[in-house]
């Protein structure tokens, strides 16, 4: 299912590579439609991520959340919606890919990713779960990191072009970034009640290189997004001056 939701992104490439680019006057014509698809799916992944007792699901509501801002972020059929929109999408791969990497590891020492079963891993995991937090914040947009320059993108595109909807955006990315902090802190604080989770072994050697190196990632593209950018700006003018011609 994990799998699958992921996958969404591809939907996403698929817009910007395919289906927009065939259609344009179609797609321009329904304008409207983009944005309210973007956004009923943004405020649907953000609620979803409150109602989920399981980590693994939680990632993937938020991942369908970062489908429907980069849907919302198309509509406005600009330079800066696509810049954001492809910003956003690879810093999932950094950031997400980081947290389900984590989150399979957590798995390995407790057989769970259930909040209810992980009370108190911080306690005994306290690399894992600082590790997490990070490329959960960066999931949710937190300033600094990869996500922040490629949602800020999409929201002022979406501001720009779709008023309500962008303001609607806006009320579900603060929705994902509470909900991500909440069944954080019942995963991972509190107190340890399971013996799998009191025996857990912190992340060995080589996996804390491998988060190192994520942590990184995540840390330059958000402070430093400049060269990232740039790398997609021509790419992203040719794109917006293609629909609109």
């Known amino acids: 299912m994990t799998a699958l939701l992921v996958g969404l992104k591809l939907g996403a490439y698929g817009l910007i590579r395919f289906a927009i680019p065939l259609a344009p006057d179609a797609a321009l014509d329904l304008h409207w439609l983009f944005a309210g698809l973007g956004t009923l799916t943004l405020l649907y992944g953000a609620v979803g991520i409150l109602a989920q007792s399981n980590l ?49 590891f957590l798995r390995q020492r407790t057989g769970s990713t259930d909040i209810h079963s992980l009370g108190g891993a911080a306690k005994t995991m306290p690399l894992l779960a600082s590790g997490f937090l990070i490329c959960g914040l960066a999931g949710v947009g937190m300033p600094g990191t990869s996500s922040f320059p490629g949602e800020f993108m999409l929201v002022l595109a979406a501001l720009q072009s779709h008023t309500g909807a962008g ?51 995540v840390a330059a593209i958000g ?23």
């Open 56 to 104: 693994r699901v939680g990632l993937a509501y938020a991942s369908i959340c970062h489908v429907g801002l980069a849907v919302l972020g198309l509509a406005s059929f600009t330079a800066q919606g696509v810049q954001g929109a492809v910003s956003l999408l690879l810093s999932f791969s950094v950031a997400t890919g980081g947290a389900f990497l984590l989150l399979e």
């Open 167 to 217: 303001m609607a955006a806006l009320f579900g990315l603060a929705i994902a970034a509470g909900a991500f902090l909440a069944i954080y802190r019942k995963a991972f604080f509190g107190t340890v009640t399971r013996r799998e989770v009191a025996e857990a072994e912190d992340l060995r050697p080589r996996e804390w290189a491998v988060l190192v190196i994520l942590i990184f990632l």
């Open 223 to 245: 402070l430093f997004p400049g060269p990232w950018l740039e790398i997609v700006r021509p790419a992203a003018e040719a794109w917006a001056a293609g629909v609109a011609r």
